[in-house]
Every structure is written in structure tokens, then in C-alpha cells.
Nanobody
């Protein structure tokens, strides 16, 4: 079983930055992709960014150029650097990790962006 814990959320003014962290632990053999999703109030959970175990990253159109995903493979951690934040970036940010074909989710961390 793999446990996933996010941290780093908070309140920030529009135009500011936050860095989210996600740590995977437990009986890990090999993690494949690591993802970030977010869910705004009353909306579905949406994809934000992904990084593969080959360090290939891709982003949703809404965050491309502002957010940067990175990972520390030996530590089983993934990060999301969020710059130029906008009020519409507000939501609960969830980390998910893939081990083979099993996806594990964290509990989420709240990000609030004030205008």
C-alpha cells in the first residue's frame, strides 16, 4: 500500500507564488507517473500537471507557462511550483501517484488566491 501526503497550500494574493509538495511512502516498488489535480468548489476534479519517471512533464492549458512540476525520484516526492497565481487557481490540490497501473491519491491541500 502507498500513502500520499500533500503539503504547502495556503492563502496567497493574485500574482503570488506557492510551492506544493507531495510525499509518497509505504511499500513502494517503483512509481511511474506522478500527477497534480485540483478541484474548485462545486466543480469536478481537473488535471493540472503530470511528470513521468523519465521526467517528461505536461500541463493543462490553463497552467502552462505558470506552473512547474518536478520530482525527486529517490525520495518519491513531487513538487508543483505555482507562479503568477490567479483567483481561478483556487481549489483543493490533489497529488496522485501511479505504481504500475494502480493510482493512489492524497487527501489534498487547499490553495486560496485572493484578488
Amino acid at each position: 500500500q502507498v500513502q500520499v501526503v500533500e503539503s504547502g497550500g495556503g492563502l496567497v494574493q493574485a500574482g503570488g507564488s506557492l510551492r506544493l509538495s507531495c510525499a509518497a511512502s509505504g511499500r513502494i516498488f517503483m512509481l511511474n507517473a506522478m500527477d497534480w489535480f485540483r478541484q474548485a468548489p462545486g466543480k469536478e476534479r481537473d488535471f493540472v500537471a503530470r511528470i513521468t519517471n523519465g521526467d517528461i512533464a505536461n500541463y493543462s492549458d490553463s497552467v502552462a507557462g505558470r506552473f512547474t512540476i518536478s520530482r525527486d525520484g529517490p525520495k518519491d516526492m513531487v513538487y508543483l511550483q505555482m507562479d503568477s497565481l490567479k483567483p481561478e487557481d483556487k481549489g483543493v490540490y490533489y497529488c496522485s501517484v501511479w505504481e504500475y497501473e494502480i493510482q493512489y491519491w492524497g487527501q489534498g491541500t487547499q490553495v486560496t488566491v485572493s484578488s
